[in-house]
């Protein structure tokens, strides 16, 4: 199996969309279409399950991916070694972003590379699928998260921003005109959030039960914020959001309404513990001399 090849059978199983997998490797989808199917040809089974609407691992795909992330990470980790030394970089940090604004937090990352030259800063987005997976398998050596969390393996670090919340409705819901909505006024509506989530991760962002211990409904599930600001769009749920979106989401029929009951958004580093070197901790020095991003 070329390399190439490998790559797109492992992007497509987190993306599990050919459309963004092409566009994330810079591919046609039909080279996409083309690798999975000689993929399949050559082990003699389907590892994906399609349909018009779903694209989802089969037993098959999941065991497959299961056994070539760990290889895929190690050679991408020794060709990329060798690429950076040819360069003078000594090492190369990878920083999962869960929020949306690069941009806004662009002054810690301008720190880190001024003072520490000599190890390369990549900046990536995180689609929601299973982010703690994607740090303990090496993809990423760091993430940005909202808090709380809880998983023994990792160390959690300084506070990067505090963010309000806001509900996005469609521009043609009951809720859009309103100046703030309260938490409890969630149950009356379908939700949209990711699956393959911790229950209390997903319980800090957007709780399973209002105040009053009424039910929030979750809607189809998503794995990426397009397809979850989309659904909005058309009217199929609402979602809460951290009040960042507004800066680098220009859409006219989306409504953007505060919701003044929900506790603010904490974003922080993360690493696992067994993993800790000289470059994470200098990247959460900086983050902690710079102090947390003011909204």
């Known amino acids: 199996m070329e390399l190439r090849d490998i790559e797109i059978f492992l992007v497509l199983s987190e993306e599990l969309h050919f459309g963004r997998t092409a566009e994330r490797l810079r591919v046609s989808q039909a080279r996409v ?14 590892l994906f399950e399609r349909t018009s609407r779903t694209v989802r691992l089969t037993a098959v795909g999941r065991q497959l991916r299961d056994d ?4 895929y990470a190690g050679l991408h980790t020794s060709l990329e070694r060798a690429r950076l030394a ?28 001024s003072r520490h030259p ?12 299973d982010p703690f997976a994607r740090l303990r398998n090496g993809e990423f050596d760091v993430l ?54 911790p229950d209390y991760w997903e319980d800090g962002y957007l709780p399973f039960n209002t105040p009053r211990g009424r039910l929030i409904e979750r809607g189809r599930p998503t794995n990426n914020a397009e397809d979850m600001i989309n659904q ?11 009040s960042h979106v507004t800066r680098h989401w220009g859409m006219p029929n989306i409504s953007w309404i505060p919701v003044p ?28 001399e710079l102090g947390a991003f003011q909204f």
């Open 232 to 242: 909005v769009g058309m009217g199929e749920t609402i979602h809460g959001f951290p």
């Open 261 to 288: 009951d929900m506790a603010a958004l904490s974003y922080v580093l993360i690493w696992r513990t067994e993993s800790e070197n000289e470059a994470i901790r200098a990247l959460a020095d900086t983050v902690r």
């Open 144 to 197: 940005v998260v909202w808090l709380p969390v809880e998983e023994p393996d990792f160390t959690i670090g300084p506070v990067l921003m505090k963010d309000p919340r806001i509900l996005a409705v469609t521009a043609e819901h009951p809720l859009a005109q309103r100046t703030s909505v309260r938490l409890e006024m969630f149950a009356d509506f379908q939700h949209a959030m990711p699956t393959d989530i």
């Open 86 to 113: 040819a360069r003078g970089v000594t090492d190369r940090i990878r920083v999962g972003m869960m929020p949306f604004n690069v941009a806004d937090l662009h002054v810690y990352w301008k720190a880190f590379r």
């Open 33 to 46: 279409s083309q690798a999975i199917r000689k993929q399949e040809r050559r082990i003699g089974a389907a």
């Open 68 to 71: 070539l992330q760990p290889v």
């Open 118 to 129: 000599q190890w390369e800063l990549e900046i990536r987005q995180l689609v929601y699928l």
